[in-house]
């Protein structure tokens, strides 16, 4: 089968496109890729920078959509299934393994590109702002790197599971749409976006960025207001004086869905859960900006690199 893998780490343009046997493994869930969303840690992975760095070479990929081959009995999976999954590695192929507490129904309205933009996402923006901000009915949510695939996911989410507002912060005003067709209420450019907000005037902010917007950030709350660090894709990790939290009131909370999932088997269905109502009416739709066939691989990671992506990027095998 056809797959692509990391033989170097120096960046996108070191994967290939090889011929590998198909993957076996009798207590693993295989499932034939219809779709592969493509990941900020994906390009992490051809640096050997994320904290998970497999042995040489190896296929990255660490969501999918796709069919059922083969399941273990009592996975509660059959061949034939429509499923999304979480694979950590090796989506970025024909077939991949997944284990079944990672493989999730898809529902028939949701498409195999859209299915392959929610595992990583979604899941992670629910964690965050469900689980870790715990997000009231009628508060007022800003959402840094709105654009991306965890801002739009953000977006969606908040404003399913109660949200009054939710403020779409951009770089640019081309990015600005992409946020609105998320379902922003508000969209302002991160050049000045506190002037914009003012301060006091937020409940939760969700950060996957970083730099140095954080400290403006940190004076949009207001009292019990909370910060939602998800990662840091403008590459600065922010330091934070503690004294701003004990004067204001307010928060900032880690947010780490992946290691939190791996202590908890079980528990990333269990999110899955109390999305479905929500795929299923439409609430949740991912936006998916550009798909790209297997073999552009690198491409797909070159966009995400120089953050040209809006919404997820998507590999079709």
Request: net charge negative; charged share 20%.
């Amino acid at each position: 089968m056809r797959a692509i893998q990391i033989t170097s780490l120096g960046g996108p343009d070191a994967v290939e496109l090889v011929d590998v046997p198909e993957p076996v493994a009798p207590h693993l869930v295989k499932i034939e890729v219809k779709a592969a969303g493509v990941s900020f840690p994906d390009l992490l992975h051809t640096r050997g920078l994320y904290q998970i760095r497999p042995e040489l070479p190896f296929t990255p990929g660490i969501e999918v959509a796709g069919v059922v081959v083969t399941a273990p009995e009592g996975s509660g999976f059959a061949p034939g299934d429509r499923v999304a999954a979480l694979t950590q590695v090796g989506g970025f192929a024909e077939q991949v393994l997944a284990d079944p507490d990672d493989v999730f129904a898809l529902p028939d309205e949701v498409g195999f590109e859209a299915g392959a933009a929610l595992p990583l996402n979604y899941l992670t923006a629910y964690f965050a702002l469900v689980e870790r901000g715990r997000l009231a009915e009628g508060e007022i949510v800003l959402v840094h790197g709105a654009a991306g695939g965890i801002g739009t996911a953000a977006i969606q989410m908040a404003k399913a599971f109660g949200a009054g507002e939710v403020i779409a912060v951009v770089s640019t005003e081309a990015k600005a749409e992409a946020a609105r067709a998320a379902g922003a209420d508000r969209v302002v450019l991160a050049d000045g976006f506190l002037d914009a907000v003012g301060k006091d005037s937020v409940d939760l902010v969700v950060d996957p960025v970083g730099g140095d917007r954080f400290t403006d950030s940190l004076r949009t709350l207001r009292a019990d207001g909370r910060l939602l660090v998800i990662g840091f894709t403008a590459g600065e990790i922010p330091q934070v004086k503690v004294n701003r939290l004990l004067l204001n009131n307010i928060s900032v909370v880690g947010v780490g869905w992946g290691e939190y999932v791996r202590q908890r088997p079980g528990h990333a269905a269990v999110e899955w859960a109390a999305m479905v109502p929500h795929l299923r009416g439409g609430a949740l739709d991912p936006l998916v900006g550009a798909t790209y066939p297997l073999a552009q691989a690198s491409v797909a990671l070159r966009s995400i690199e120089n953050r040209e992506v809006t919404g997820k990027a998507v590999l079709i095998p």
